[in-house]
């Protein structure tokens, strides 16, 4: 009962947190979230739809997030996700991920749809690009913060964009949209105190390191519409 207080314990941050001069999306953390359901084809009564996920990329460094779209849960379409990010970020040295059911194998009893990293397929596209993939510990969630983190704030952002004017139904085009959005949204934040002192105006954000640009997302396009026009014209409802 009269015990001190005790203070967390709390281990060293990796290396390939902390290099200095490390370009953009060097080093990277990976995590999968979803799925939503969206409308894939119209007919006269109603509508087919399936799934999509989302993979989540965030520099370990600049804590830069980038966002891209899974139509499954397969080595190939995770593939085809990692050839599109590496073709906008460049090449990674390094991908950081949890062991959950989404990168790891032995799940096929359990009929889990999952991308396993081991696989010859993804493994072998790893080896080509001269990529080291490594896992955190077993059942230690707390290990992928840097991730989970940003996940939620993401998912916060879009539980709040489809509000706006009720369940219209999501289309593809609509989903990859606001994951854009999202995405601009959370590299717009500070990455550190806000000063005020006026001889230092500019906020440092992820944003600035990506396009050295200190303008934010403020402006938005604006259009007049009403309920019949969300029904029709998706951009206008995004």
């Keep these: ?82 050839r599109r990010f590496t073709a ?7 991908f950081r991920s ?8 032995a799940i096929d009893p359990l009929r889990i749809d999952a991308i396993c990293v081991e696989d010859t397929p993804v493994k072998q596209y790893l080896y080509n690009e001269g990529t080291v993939w490594k ?8 290990m992928g913060g840097v991730w989970e983190r940003l996940i939620g704030v993401t998912r916060r952002i879009l539980d709040s964009m489809p509000l706006d004017h009720g369940e219209v139904g999501l289309t593809h085009e609509v989903l990859v949209t606001f994951l854009a959005e999202t995405s601009a949204i959370i590299n717009s934040r500070p990455l550190s105190g806000v000063s005020s002192d006026p001889d230092s105006p500019f906020i440092l954000t992820p944003n600035m390191l990506l396009t050295q640009k200190t303008d934010s997302m403020h402006e938005r396009i604006s259009c007049e519409t009403d309920s019949k026009d969300l029904l029709r014209v998706q951009w206008k409802r995004a």
């Design 88 to 94: 906008i970020r460049g090449k990674v040295k390094l």
């Design 98 to 105: 949890d062991r959950g059911t989404n990168f790891v194998g």
């Design 1 to 82: 009962m009269r015990r001190q207080c005790e203070s967390q314990k709390m281990s060293d941050l990796p290396e390939d947190h902390l290099i200095p001069g490390q370009p953009p999306f060097t080093s990277v953390g990976v995590d999968i979230f979803g799925p939503w359901d969206v409308i894939t084809r119209k007919t006269r009564g109603s509508s087919a739809n399936s799934k999509r996920w989302a993979a989540l990329f965030t520099c370990l460094v600049t804590r830069a997030v980038h966002k891209e779209v899974l139509k499954e849960m397969s080595s190939s379409s995770f593939i085809n996700a990692l």
């Design 135 to 142: 896992f955190n510990s077993p059942h230690a969630s707390h």
